[in-house]
């Protein structure tokens, strides 16, 4: 029973995890585990400790509301990020074949001229073979 540690010492009573002390009363009392945190008439949030003596309950929720805020911050940043990424990715893909259609285009088309370039080439070292040794 959490009331035995009455006007002891805090380290005392929260040996026992389901204890709450109030710093202002010296009360040693059961955790009201029906609600999140002990209603005002039974301690202030300012004199509540839990867990450990060095924290009272109103330090704990400001600490926790900027840890969570601050996490919950990063994250939809994060989350931005990803879409604006995805988004621009999204938008440069109709684009990219293309570009790559046109450099395709390209290659084959040099491909063919280079090769017109030599037959006719080829054509003509023959023609001037026929025309040396009288075959044409």
């Known amino acids: 029973d959490c009331r035995q540690y009455t006007n002891r010492s805090c380290e005392e009573c929260l040996k026992n995890v389901t204890c709450l002390w109030c ?27 839990w867990g450990v003596c060095w924290v009272n309950f109103e330090a704990l929720i400001i600490a926790m509301s900027v840890v969570g805020g601050t996490f919950l911050i990063m994250l939809g940043v994060c989350c931005c990020c990803c879409c604006c990424k995805k988004k621009s990715k999204k938008a440069l893909l109709p684009f990219r074949p293309d570009k790559d259609d046109e450099r395709a285009a390209r290659e084959r088309e040099k491909r063919r001229v280079r090769q017109e370039e030599r037959r006719a080439e080829m054509k003509s070292r023959h023609d001037e073979i026929r025309r040396k040794y009288g075959t044409v």
């Not at 059961?30 to 202030?44: F, G, N, S």
């Open 23 to 49: 710093a202002s009363s010296g009360r040693c009392m059961e955790y009201p585990v029906q609600r999140i945190l002990p209603p005002a008439d039974l301690c202030e949030l300012r004199s509540a400790r």
